[in-house]
């Protein structure tokens, strides 16, 4: 059974430009959770998703977006990018709602400059 | 506001003694814990977890510990290997909620020495 996909693994983009991040979850995984992980802060809450709807969002600027298809892939966007989005930005699935379940995938390792 | 902290950023033993990893919260909410172990450039992996109406549960060589009163959690490993370095995470929620928010630690960076 694969795991929970996250694509590019690594990225590099320069201050102002905007980049999309994908994930594809477990398959028959139906939320999907993005976390931003930076060094000192330990992992932080980006939003969640189920059903296509943006279920619980954290406190994130509206820099950071995100979807969710049909088939549960989901993608989140950052916009205008500063230094300080410079993380690991993870994804987890989950079969269903609730804290039990989740299986993270490897990140996506953006660097701002 | 850090409703869950781990205060301790790393953590050094020798391989075959016991390591324990400590976690405080401050939302009284939450009623579901759980353990992460975290590889450099992996993502996280589930380990181990609790609910709130118990104290104590225990998979192989690791158990977690809960102490609702003192909103404290502890993951003991015994023995430990060194194979088991790495960062530890610890996180809660609302279990069942309408939601698959994890609140997160800081982590602790376990070495394990040979």
């Known amino acids: 059974k694969a795991g929970v996909t996250q694509t590019p693994r690594y990225l590099i983009k320069t201050r102002g430009q905007q980049v999309t991040l994908s994930c594809s979850p477990i398959?028959?995984?139906?939320?999907v959770s993005w976390y931003q992980q930076t060094p000192g802060q330990g992992l932080q809450f980006l939003f969640e998703?189920?059903?296509?709807?943006?279920?619980n969002k954290g406190n994130f600027p509206g820099r950071f977006s995100g979807r969710q298809f049909s088939n549960s892939r989901s993608e989140m966007n950052v916009s205008t990018l500063e230094l300080g989005d410079s993380a690991l930005y993870l994804c987890?699935?989950?079969?269903?709602?609730?804290?039990?379940?989740?299986?993270f995938g490897s990140g996506t390792r953006l660097t701002v400059v | 506001d850090q409703q869950v902290k781990q205060n301790s950023p790393s953590l050094s033993v020798q391989e075959g003694r016991i390591s324990i990893l400590n976690c405080d919260y401050t939302?009284?909410?939450?009623?579901?814990f759980l353990w992460y172990k975290k590889y450099p450039a992996e993502g996280p992996t589930f380990l181990i977890s609790?609910?709130?109406?118990?104290d104590k549960n225990e998979d192989g060589r690791f158990t977690v510990f809960l102490n609702k009163s003192a909103k404290h959690l502890s993951l003991h490993i015994v023995p430990s290997q060194p194979g088991d370095s790495a960062v530890y995470f610890c996180?809660?929620?609302?279990?069942?909620?309408?939601?698959?928010?994890?609140?997160f630690g800081t982590g602790t960076l376990l070495a394990v020495q040979p």
């Open positions: 996180a809660a929620s609302v279990y069942g909620g309408a939601t698959n928010k994890l609140i």
């Open positions: 939302n009284s909410m939450f009623d579901y």
């Open positions: 609790i609910s709130s109406i118990k």
């Open positions: 987890a699935s989950s079969p269903d709602r609730g804290a039990y379940g989740y299986t």
């Open positions: 998703y189920f059903s296509e709807t943006q279920r």
């Open positions: 398959s028959g995984h139906r939320s």
